[in-house]
């Protein structure tokens, strides 16, 4: 087993290696290996003047060519860094120390927010940047927090530590960066992005991040990028953007989605368009990589052959693995993975007797998976069950439908109410948009249809339905189409 004895030596080894080499790239700036460490070096020494300890908790929200260099600053310091999420609530869940970057936090005292402002960055330039790192006491110390998407919810701590760390971005990076040079289109707050970034480091790549769309497609081309993960809305602004250019992008060779159902027009449009192959990544932040399905056979919901080091079993309502091929909820365990958010001493409902339970049903046939509907979005309507990610991806088969997002809401008469939301670009002839459908859902059709002029989603591409229905039933308790 590799061990990464402390996460802050990787910067400081990249930077032995190739100092004047590209370690981040954004839009509008890169920044070198040398530069990186050296910014690290000069932030974690703004921390500790002002007082910032081994296992505190920084919280931060700075511009995205610094959100590495806060990070490796925590990690300088022996402390936790995380991204705050959007939403973030100090009264309900009080893990936050200090934080960085502007604006305020409520809840967390104002002499621990630390400004990157412009006299900040001036103070930092005059300091003598610190050789001298702090270190994480043992591989099962936290180093960093990621949260949850959030997308039924408030969004969860999950702690990584070390030795996680360790496990994926050395143990089992080629589970997952199938190839190089490697593009996580995901932000850094996210699971991927925060682990490519890492991983990146590590062996001494690029590290493109903020690239979305045109930008995205830009980077994939000039870095000669052979592999990319993204989330299937992802692919598809990836898509939109290369039909409206003639530049060619001979380059890419694999196509990763994750975090939800690839509709297979989708993975039709991606291999038409790029030569890719279609892989398909079933994995959850709080455990990594599950099962890995390359190519677009997608019959009967099959997501992928188990990883190495994947133990999945498939949980009945007693709490016992069910027979092969019967459905049930999907559990994973594997080593090195958390075993409860942070701050909790057990977190019940995810993790159970040492497994995952990443809110799936599903059902094995040997070491291949198949996805039955993820659990926890499950609309129940007049007892009819509606997996929302299916009608998604059905809705987005009709002509001119840029986007779709199914949700339930508890309508003025206190009924479950299923409803759809869409974009396109252009109209939208609604009765034939309905009749689609009827046809094709039959009683898991949504009974109300409206256009937005956005979809909200996670960094990571995901659908926030809960956002979603607060707003409707707000602004549209009883609208039928609009």
Not at 51 to 59: N, Q, S, T
Not at 84 to 96: F, I, T, W
Not at 203 to 215: A, E, N, P, S, Y
Not at 407 to 417: K, M
């Amino acid at each position: 087993m590799s061990v990464i004895l402390q996460p802050f030596d990787a910067v400081v080894t990249a930077a032995s290696i190739s100092p004047e080499a590209v370690a981040v790239s954004t839009p509008d700036t890169e920044m070198t290996f040398a530069e990186l460490l050296d910014g690290a070096r000069r932030v974690a020494g703004l921390m500790r003047a002002a007082g910032v300890a081994p296992g505190d908790v920084v919280a931060f929200r700075v511009p995205q060519l610094m959100e590495p260099v806060v990070t490796l600053a925590c990690f300088h310091e022996a402390a936790i860094g995380t991204v705050l999420p959007p939403g973030y609530d100090h009264a309900r869940s009080p893990l936050v120390d200090w934080f960085v970057g502007g604006g305020q936090v409520p809840g967390v005292p104002k002499d621990r927010h630390l400004s990157l402002d412009q006299a900040a960055m001036e103070r930092m330039a005059r300091m003598e940047p610190s050789d001298h790192a702090r270190p994480y006491p043992s591989p099962d110390s936290v180093c960093h927090i990621v949260f949850s998407s959030g997308t039924t919810g408030q969004p969860k701590p999950i702690p990584i530590s070390v030795d996680t760390l360790t496990d994926r971005c050395v143990d089992r990076r080629e589970q997952w960066m199938l190839a190089r040079p490697y593009f996580c289109q995901m932000g850094f707050s996210t699971m991927m992005g925060f682990q490519t970034f890492m991983a990146s480091l590590i062996v001494g790549d690029v590290f493109l991040t903020g690239r979305q769309g045109k930008d995205a497609l830009e980077a994939i081309r000039r870095n000669g990028v052979m592999c990319s993960v993204a989330s299937p809305h992802q692919w598809g602004v990836l898509l939109q953007a290369a039909s409206r250019s003639n530049v060619p992008v001979e380059s890419l060779t694999t196509a990763v989605s994750v975090g939800a159902i690839l509709p297979d027009f989708l993975a039709g449009q991606l291999v038409r368009k790029f030569g890719v192959e279609i892989a398909v990544m079933y994995a959850a932040s709080e455990c990594g990589s599950i099962a890995l399905r390359r190519g677009t056979d997608s019959a009967e919901g099959y997501t992928g052959t188990l990883v190495s080091g994947a133990d999945v079993r498939i949980i009945g309502p007693d709490g016992a693995s069910v027979a092969e091929g019967d459905v049930g909820e999907i559990a994973v365990q594997r080593s090195r993975q958390p075993q409860a958010y942070f701050g909790e001493h057990s977190s019940p409902q995810a993790w159970r007797d040492g497994y995952f339970f990443p809110g799936d049903s599903g059902f094995l046939r040997g070491d291949r998976l198949y996805l039955a509907g993820r659990t926890s979005e499950l609309i129940n309507a007049a007892g009819t069950k509606i997996d929302p990610a299916r009608v998604d991806a059905i809705a987005l088969e009709f002509e001119g439908v840029t986007d779709a997002a199914v949700f339930g809401f508890i309508d003025s008469q206190g009924l479950t109410t299923v409803a759809l939301v869409f974009t396109s670009g252009a109209a939208i002839d609604v009765d034939s948009f309905t009749a689609f459908l009827g046809s094709r859902l039959g009683d898991s059709s949504p009974r109300r249809i409206a256009r937005v002029s956005e979809i909200p989603r996670t960094l990571s591409g995901k659908v926030n339905r809960e956002i979603i229905a607060d707003t409707y039933r707000k602004m549209h308790p009883d609208t039928t189409v609009f």
